[in-house]
């Protein structure tokens, strides 16, 4: 551990980096002597901040920590809260635990399984190809995010829910408003918010009138059916809460991976020598990533210990999963990127009633992207030094601006 870096309690959390891919310098310091921190949020409000493996998943398995973040005393992520996803308006009308979420996974679950998701496989291959001849096509140096990380999850979750991706710029723009710390403003969230709702109103209804072969249209049918299905409101809100979730964090990562495995060329000409090691390479990308964003919140309303670590009642506590991942006390050599690590139980899906349900979309889109890349541009590398990358600003979920790419003319 390295002695000389200070803790200057309350931290500013998010944690700043020297380079858009390396962790920041506190962690490890954080985990040894202070795994329970006092951190300034860009709100002003304090929290505190979990970085240690075991007490990230303790906290999001406990239900006692919950998610309710506009209780009286819970602190503000951020000073413009108005509509997005700190306040209640996205989610709200979607139960947060107990039967009433449980009943919500249990409609989604069914469209989320490997099984189905396994089926998808082959026609995002076939987009990711299209995509990857397209920019081929434009000639190089070429921005893999733009060309590719973006456009490709938002054409998987707009063909999952039967809405066009040629609205992807409104999607992006709405996303980013929804997910904003301090990139926007909150009478620019709060109208952000009411156009993405109007929207996707807009969307159910014409899917009740004439339902197709997407999730809104079996979530609506399966209500009817039921009885006990979703509300006009839980519909909306699980409409938006997919969109936003199936490409903004996807894209991002889709973009995080590749720029990690190129950062090292010996990681992709692993890969080029054994494509058998895609499955475990996507898992590692995932648990070795140092931006996977503001982490996960949760408000206690009573007095707990957090590993030996007391925590009073009224105090906002964020998981920072990314540091979880990178604890030694989980994970030998946590610090390095071994492509071959089995088993690798990371948190970067969270853990508990709250994982995320679309990770096996997830994996899939990354194994499908990665396979795809090795076979069509074996030879691609960075176009700049791998501290040259930038990292987005200003958002709940964190990425790289653009991953600058070139390749060799075949």
Not at 196 to 224: C, G, Q, T, W
Not at 288 to 300: C, E, H, Q, S, W
Request: some cysteine; proline content about 6%; glycine content about 8%.
């Amino acid at each position: 551990m390295d002695d000389n870096v200070s803790l200057d309690f309350p931290l500013d959390h998010p944690l700043p980096r020297v380079t858009a891919l390396e962790p920041p310098r506190e962690w490890e310091a954080l985990r040894e002597r202070c795994p329970v921190a006092r951190v300034r949020l860009p709100s002003g409000d304090e929290a505190s901040l979990v970085t240690r493996y075991h007490d990230a998943r303790q906290v999001l398995s406990d239900p006692r920590f919950g998610r309710t973040l506009s209780a009286p005393g819970a602190a503000r992520l951020s000073a413009t809260e108005s509509g997005g996803a700190f306040s209640g308006e996205m989610s709200g009308p979607i139960p947060q635990s107990g039967p009433g979420h449980e009943r919500w996974r249990r409609l989604l679950n069914r469209w989320f399984t490997a099984r189905r998701m396994a089926a998808l496989r082959p026609g995002i291959e076939e987009m990711a190809s299209r995509l990857i001849d397209e920019m081929i096509g434009r000639g190089q140096p070429a921005d893999l995010k733009e060309s590719l990380a973006f456009p490709l999850p938002v054409w998987v979750i707009c063909d999952m829910l039967g809405v066009p991706d040629s609205d992807r710029e409104k999607f992006a723009h709405w996303s980013d408003a929804m997910l904003s710390l301090t990139r926007y403003t909150g009478a620019e969230m709060k109208e952000a918010g009411a156009e993405f709702a109007a929207y996707m109103a807009r969307h159910v209804d014409a899917k009740r009138a004439e339902p197709a072969d997407d999730l809104l249209s079996e979530l609506i049918v399966a209500s009817n059916a039921e009885g006990q299905g979703l509300s006009e409101a839980e519909l909306v809100a699980t409409g938006r809460a997919l969109l936003v979730a199936g490409h903004e964090t996807t894209a991002n990562m889709i973009g995080k991976m590749v720029a990690m495995l190129l950062a090292d060329r010996r990681r992709w000409e692993r890969l080029l020598a054994d494509r058998s090691l895609v499955r475990t390479a996507v898992e590692e990308a995932l648990r070795f990533d140092a931006n996977l964003g503001f982490g996960m919140v949760r408000y206690i309303d009573d007095d707990i210990e957090v590993g030996d670590t007391p925590v009073r009642r009224g105090t906002t506590v964020v998981c920072d999963l990314a540091a979880a991942n990178r604890d030694e006390a989980a994970f030998d050599g946590a610090g390095e990127m071994d492509l071959a690590r089995s088993p690798n139980p990371h948190l970067s899906f969270g853990a508990g009633p709250h994982s995320c349900l679309g990770q096996a979309l997830a994996r899939t889109e990354l194994q499908a992207v990665l396979d795809v890349l090795l076979r069509l541009l074996p030879s691609l590398e960075l176009a700049v030094p791998a501290t040259e990358l930038r990292r987005v600003e200003g958002l709940l979920v964190t990425g790289l601006r653009e991953v600058p790419v070139t390749w060799k003319e075949s």
